[in-house]
């Protein structure tokens, strides 16, 4: 399938400042450590961890509103962290929905000035063009035209988040990244939003990076996931196959994880021991080691590197699941005998 974002090693890391005048301390913060992935046109990419493992910041780097360590972002071709590129010419093509939607609109502004302040940036429209544009676009989120010059605090919800999503198509855009777009919703409100999505990316050929903890909401839009943990991703695959039979030792430990309104299969969820390491200059091993009961030697030795375990599934792990107890050896190394 054809590509339209690829993610080549991209690499985030924060200076650790200490004392009351802010000094640095010569460690690093590993937010983001050598990620890679492609997102394919028209499809649904989920990025999926517990919270603090890096997602919003991979989103910010490829938007920009972070610059990389190291790596870099294509669209189409085209180089995002290139510091020649224009920021505000791949605005245009990427658009981003925040978690909060309530935090994300300016509270001074109305619908009207919210939804036509990205059309009077990139000049698509003014006068009479810009409020007809601005009522179309209301419309199709599914906002009256009375609401045109109403604050936010004066919507609910699932409002404010339909006038996010009526700003970030403002601008035609051709992929929307989206940052737990329903965490803050209620559940009823979620599958509205959702519904919204489905239609709005059938309608204007859009592709969607979603960004999320909720497992089932992710099973439920996604086409493809990676899940990441501290930093790093370590599976990427079609979402009902990772969910239906994970590889990585983590993955299986967040999928059993999700409660199951069953007591009988209450026994087979599985908790995690140990600590989450510090990703203030993490090991140089695999960073679940520690807390995985699969783990050999070489495991606390090197990390392992995100390979391809099948034509749909990519795992960093020496002893995927597939692969536990054939004959013990580590997956890197089966490759090169």
């Not at 640095?24 to 394919?40: C, E, K, T, Y």
């Not at 189409?76 to 925040?98: A, P, W, Y």
């Not at 983590?250 to 299969?265: F, G, I, K, N, Q």
């Amino acid at each position: 399938m054809e590509s339209i974002i690829r993610v080549e090693n991209l690499t985030k890391k924060f200076p650790v400042h200490m004392g009351i005048f802010g000094s640095r301390s010569g460690s690093l913060i590993h937010a983001v450590d050598d990620v890679n992935f492609q997102v394919n046109k028209g499809e649904t990419f989920g990025l999926v961890g517990e919270s603090g493992c890096g997602k919003t910041t991979v989103a910010k780097l490829i938007l920009r509103i972070l610059e990389p360590s190291q790596g870099a972002v294509y669209f189409q071709e085209i180089n995002l962290t290139d510091r020649k590129f224009s920021v505000k010419q791949m605005r245009r093509k990427v658009q981003l929905i925040f978690q909060d939607p309530y935090s994300s609109l300016n509270p001074r502004m109305t619908v009207y000035d919210i939804i036509g302040e990205p059309l009077d940036i990139h000049g698509l429209a003014k006068g009479k063009a810009k409020k007809e544009r601005i009522l179309e676009l209301m419309n199709t989120v599914g906002l009256a035209p009375f609401h045109l010059y109403r604050y936010p605090h004066e919507f609910s919800g699932g409002q404010r988040q339909r006038v996010v999503i009526a700003r970030a198509l403002a601008v035609e855009p051709e992929v929307l990244i989206m940052d737990e777009p329903v965490s803050a919703l209620d559940v009823s409100v979620r599958a509205q939003v959702l519904n919204l999505l489905e239609k709005l990316q059938n309608d204007f050929q859009l592709t969607f990076v979603f960004i999320s903890h909720d497992l089932s909401v992710v099973r439920h839009v996604c086409d493809r996931c990676a899940i990441m943990y501290l930093g790093r991703i370590v599976e990427i695959g079609d979402v009902n196959d990772l969910f239906d039979n994970p590889q990585h030792p983590y993955s299986e430990a967040l999928l059993r994880s999700v409660p199951v309104p069953d007591p009988r299969l209450r026994q087979k969820m599985k908790i995690l021991s140990g600590e989450v390491p510090t990703p203030i200059d993490p090991p140089p091993f695999c960073r679940f080691a520690k807390r995985c009961e699969h783990a050999k030697s070489i495991c606390f030795e090197k990390e392992p590197l995100l390979e391809k375990i099948d034509s749909n599934r990519m795992v960093a792990c020496f002893f995927p699941q597939k692969l536990r107890g054939t004959d013990q050896i580590p997956f890197g190394e089966r490759n090169k005998t």
